[in-house]
């Protein structure tokens, strides 16, 4: 299996996605990365804004947890291999803006213990 090569695109789609947290209103940090199945980013020339969508599996209870309720934030930044830094979504709390969390929906039991 051949190793990948930094900054350089080899299949269509190719990204780097360092990070990404979720920040609540308690100011904790948490690494869902490893969680994360899926992470939509919208961008339309009707809104001044961008939106998304983002799918977790959570085996922790994290909405228990973390005490979710609207306030919460995700910050990650998503670039192009390759490509100048400028060209990505900067959504980090240091740098850029980071996404508010508006709305958990769709919860679903995959497993005993586990939500998606």
Do not use: C, W
């Not at 001044?48 to 977790?56: A, D």
């Not at 508006?102 to 919860?107: A, G, M, Q, S, W």
């Amino acid at each position: 299996m051949a190793t990948k090569t930094p900054n350089t695109i080899e299949f269509a789609g190719d990204y780097d996605l360092n990070h990404v947290f979720l920040h609540n209103h308690l100011k904790e940090i948490t690494d869902i990365k490893s969680m994360m199945v899926e992470l939509n980013v919208y961008e339309s020339i009707f809104n001044n804004s961008l939106t998304g969508s983002i799918i977790i599996t959570d085996a922790q209870n994290l909405i228990a947890k973390l005490e979710l309720n609207g306030t919460e934030r995700i910050s990650f930044k998503l670039s192009t291999p390759g490509v100048d830094k400028r060209g990505g979504i900067d959504a980090s709390i240091e740098t850029g803006h980071p996404i508010y969390v508006y709305k958990i929906t769709d919860r679903r039991q995959i497993a005993p213990g586990t939500n998606i």
